[in-house]
């Protein structure tokens, strides 16, 4: 009997997931209708020489529903990336959206998770990224996380799986080995000139301007630190507490010390300006 009542509860929980999936998915759909109609209706309005306020009212309800990490991957799933595309493509007046909007949306493709890099190409979210990154009315910060951003997605669509800010020594070593063997193998895959082996006074060798070469020697012996000190800190000098009276005070020593050479009195050679 405790086993069947086990069944019947797992039974339950499975049915009310699936009810809950359901619903989930309804109210993707539904939400990313408003926020395409949305777009439009301000497009609309700004055409009209109008206030655009749709989007800017929608902002708290869309952006609490796309931070929730259980449901980013079925907002992709549902192409929520053209919609956000919409969303930062400028006016028809060419003004860009409001910085609550440009803000609100850097940050969460900055941390939004895209595993289909299909999905980006096919939204074109990276024009609209790009054109805020170039933009020259944009902010710095939001040109430097658009620039991120940028920057996350192009290394997996080029191949570029390594991030060199978390590579080690001994992975920069192979990845220089196996940089040299690739431009060893070019280089004996490729005839040689019998021009460029030529040097002055050879016969055959002509006195004009030739275009310089690429250097094809590989660089794989690194030089090891003559220095063990830490520089990215610098080390502040300790303050006696002259140095903290005088500070004080206003005063340097530089000050104090040409109040030490001045003299009282002036003497004068002539005999002229003698304070009597």
Not at 96 to 123: G, H, M, N, V, W
Request: hydrophobic residues 35%; positive net charge; contains cysteine.
């Amino acid at each position: 009997m405790m086993m069947e009542q086990q069944k019947s509860l797992r039974r339950r929980r499975r049915k009310k997931d699936i009810d809950l999936i359901n619903d989930n998915d309804d109210a993707i759909a539904k939400m990313i209708a408003d926020m395409r109609l949305a777009a439009r209706e301000d497009r609309e309005k700004n055409a009209e020489r109008q206030p655009a306020t749709k989007k800017i009212s929608m902002l708290p309800v869309v952006m609490t529903q796309l931070r929730k990490a259980d449901l980013q991957a079925a907002f992709v799933e549902a192409n929520v990336l053209s919609v956000l595309t919409d969303w930062l493509a400028p006016m028809p007046d060419k003004s860009l959206p409001s910085i609550q909007i440009r803000k609100a949306i850097l940050t969460l493709l900055f941390q939004l998770r895209i595993d289909d890099q299909s999905r980006l190409k096919e939204s074109g979210i990276g024009k609209a990224v790009m054109y805020l990154y170039k933009h020259p009315r944009e902010l710095r910060d939001h040109k430097t996380l658009a620039g991120r951003i940028i920057n996350a997605w192009a290394r997996p669509i080029f191949n570029l799986q390594t991030d060199y800010k978390n590579v080690t020594k001994e992975e920069r070593e192979e990845k220089d080995v196996e940089t040299a063997a690739m431009r060893r193998n070019r280089e004996e895959a490729t005839p040689n000139n019998e021009e460029n082996l030529l040097k002055p006074g050879d016969p055959g060798w002509c006195y004009r301007a030739r275009v310089p070469q690429a250097a094809s020697v590989a660089y794989i012996a690194r030089p090891k630190w003559s220095s063990e000190v830490d520089m990215s800190h610098k080390v502040k000098k300790n303050q006696g507490r002259l140095d903290k009276y005088m500070k004080q005070q206003g005063t340097s020593k530089t000050a104090m010390n040409k109040n030490k050479n001045k003299r009282a009195v002036e003497f004068s050679i002539e005999g002229t300006k003698m304070p009597l």
